[in-house]
């Protein structure tokens, strides 16, 4: 059964910064693509930052140049540093790893505000 845990959200000002970790747990084998989404009260979800296993990223356009993804394929673990954060990047943010099918971690809050 893997498992994807989430660790670090939580309230922070404009212009602040976050980092998000994701752990998988319950698996011997890697995840073709890793990443992050968020959902918005009122919106739907969308991929924030994702890396594949190769190292090719793609970002949502209004993140890019303040967020940037990284991952350990040897430790299924992959990392959002949010930088230059704003109230619109208030959101839940959700772990996603995917090969071939999709598992989702439970979410963590993100709300920046002053």
């Known amino acids: 059964q893997v498992q994807l845990v989430e660790s670090g959200g939580g309230l922070v000002q404009p212009e602040g910064s976050l980092r998000l970790s994701c752990a998988a747990s319950g698996s011997f084998f890697g995840f073709n693509v890793m990443g992050w989404y968020r959902q918005a009260p009122g919106k739907q979800r969308e991929l924030v930052a994702v890396m594949t296993r190769a190292g090719v990223t793609t970002y949502l356009d209004s993140v890019k140049g303040r967020f940037t993804i990284s991952r350990d394929n040897a430790k299924n673990t992959v990392s959002l540093q949010m930088n230059s954060l704003k109230p619109e990047d208030t959101a839940v943010y959700y772990c996603?790893?995917?090969?071939?099918?999709?598992?989702w971690g439970q979410g963590t809050q993100v709300t920046v505000s002053s």
């Open positions: 996603n790893a995917n090969r071939g099918v999709d598992y």
